[in-house]
């Protein structure tokens, strides 16, 4: 009878037993622990910009700045100083405060074209998270949302254009906005037009050229806006080129307009360019002013002929190296540039003296 008593009671810890079964919420502890490797993933994504995303803002105001610099291609701003050319090959700095006026062309020219850099990285950024190169640029790798970029250029382009009536040169801030009218529908529509582009790309180096002039008030000869366009196109034409020895068939996959071109052609048409570069350059020496300044400038078309030849064979080897490196990172192209800047100075110096 008591027997029975017993067994009712086992029961309860029957029912005891079952309140363990909380524990199970307890595994499901570890369902965070999927979470982990996905905050995890963008970190070896990072050097692909994949993972990384477009829009991820900078983590502090010092690494915005760096990025915006970045985007800027400081490495590109020596070519502004095409607009000291007109003076230089006038000899004359042209009005009373000429140096001072050229180095706003100077400062102006490389905010314009900073802003022309960061808006077509922000139209370009999904091709060039593709490119072994561009992929790092801060656009691409996220480190600098294209929001920011567009508002930095807007600043920048506007700097630039005021900058011809700060120093009562009008000319200037047109040359300017015809500059970033053309680099803008560049970037927008017309580099994937071939031939076009070339000219648009040129076109930057020559109104460079102009917008120095315009700043100085310092008039360009006809030699020397011939000399000047000839050498921009071939520069265009190198840039072509490199990309093709660079890429091969992939190139048409990061620029499209590539597919159009060829590298022997683009070889070809680079040297015929530089040839009749030469040629206008030693026209112009001939028949500038008597004196010693022909001897000195007939010299100097020896170096210049030199400095394009090798420019000839770093286009073909430059690997994924921007053309415009070439002219100042390799040795035997700054020696032989240098001995020409020699030569054409103590030109221009024969015939003040």
Known sequence: MTGRPDGAAAPPPAAAVTVPAAPPPAPAVTVPAPAAPVLDRPAPGRPGAAAAGPGRPPRSARRWLHAVVRESRPRQWPKNLLVLAAPVAGATLGRPDGPACALVALAAFIAASSSVYLVNDVVDAERDRQHPVKRRRPIASGDLPPAHALAVAVAGGAAAVSSGFWIGAPG????????????????????????????????????????????????????????????????????????????????????????????????????LLAGAMVISYALWAVTSSSGGRPLWLLASIAALAAALARFDWLSAHAGQKPVEDLIIRDRLMAGAELAWLVLFAAGMLAARG
């Open 172 to 271: 200037l801030s047109v040359t300017i906005v015809i500059y970033l009218a053309i680099s803008f529908s560049y970037s927008l529509a017309l580099k994937h037009v071939p031939v076009i582009e070339l000219a648009c790309v040129a076109s930057g180096f020559v109104l460079r050229a102009l917008g120095g002039a315009a700043a100085t008030h310092v008039p360009p000869s006809g030699w020397f806006l011939t000399v000047v366009s000839l050498g921009a196109l071939m520069v265009a034409v190198s840039k072509r080129r490199g990309e093709l020895a660079a890429l091969g068939a992939g190139a048409a996959g990061h620029r499209p307009v590539a597919r159009f071109y060829r590298y022997r052609a683009l070889g070809l048409a680079s040297r």
